[in-house]
T-cell receptor
């Protein structure tokens, strides 16, 4: 089954404790992206990747890192999480820019 | 750069009534347009898309949208809603050239009342 898999689904952590949210897709998509969803703000792009070893900042990259060492994986790294990063995070992938995004089921992160 | 405005944050509607969710965009280039739906505790999934051609686009679950270039709008419609249509709906736009990112609206929460 074609899918984007994010882990974990739920994560509660404390300020400053490094964490990684994993994202994997099995559709051989070149383009992958991370979004955060906050009430009243919709989805905002954090980082995206056009291909292996090619990443770029989205609208809200501060406090986040990503890597794209292989085509299927695009982990999101929070080196020192803060409470304002409490949010619902989505990973998405697609073939090219005009094709629809395939979304994971989300990771709800709480930073206390 | 592109931007998207969803004019209503919440839309309550009775079951079997028609509904229209409004979306306006701004862009200096031609665009591709999308509507996504998010059911509770799930990721987004594509409802329909406009890339080119006919301005009336039909999607899944009986939804359709009309691209209006002069009014820079891409409103979503359904003639008769069901309880199962209760969800959040997002309009999104991307320029058809260059490296501009996909931009989402802030979403419209559709609540269908029995």
């Amino acid at each position: 089954e074609a899918q984007v898999t994010q882990n974990p689904r739920y994560l509660i952590t404390v300020t400053g404790k490094k964490l990684t949210v994993t994202c994997s897709q099995n559709m051989n998509h070149e383009y992958m992206s991370w979004y955060r969803q906050d009430p009243g703000l919709g989805l905002r792009q954090i980082y995206y990747s056009m291909n292996v070893e090619v990443t770029d900042k989205g609208d809200v990259p501060e406090g986040y890192k990503v890597s794209r060492k292989e085509k299927r994986n695009f982990p999101l790294i929070l080196e020192s999480p803060s409470p304002n990063q409490t949010s619902l995070y989505f990973c998405a992938s697609t073939w090219f820019r005009s094709s629809p995004l395939h979304f994971g089921n989300g990771t709800r992160l709480t930073v206390t | 750069a592109q931007s998207v405005t969803q004019l209503d944050s919440q839309v309550p509607v009775f079951e079997e009534a028609p509904v229209e969710l409004r979306c306006n965009y701004s862009s200096s280039v031609s665009v591709y347009l999308f509507w996504y739906v998010q059911y509770p505790n799930q990721g987004l999934q594509l409802l329909l898309k406009y890339l080119s051609g006919s301005t009336l686009v039909k999607g899944i679950n009986g939804f359709e949208a009309e691209f209006n270039k002069s009014q820079t709008s891409f409103h979503l419609r359904k003639p008769s809603v069901h309880i199962s249509d209760t969800a959040e709906y997002f309009c999104a736009v991307i320029g058809d050239s260059g490296n501009t990112p996909l931009v989402f609206g802030k979403g419209t929460r559709l609540s269908v009342i029995a």
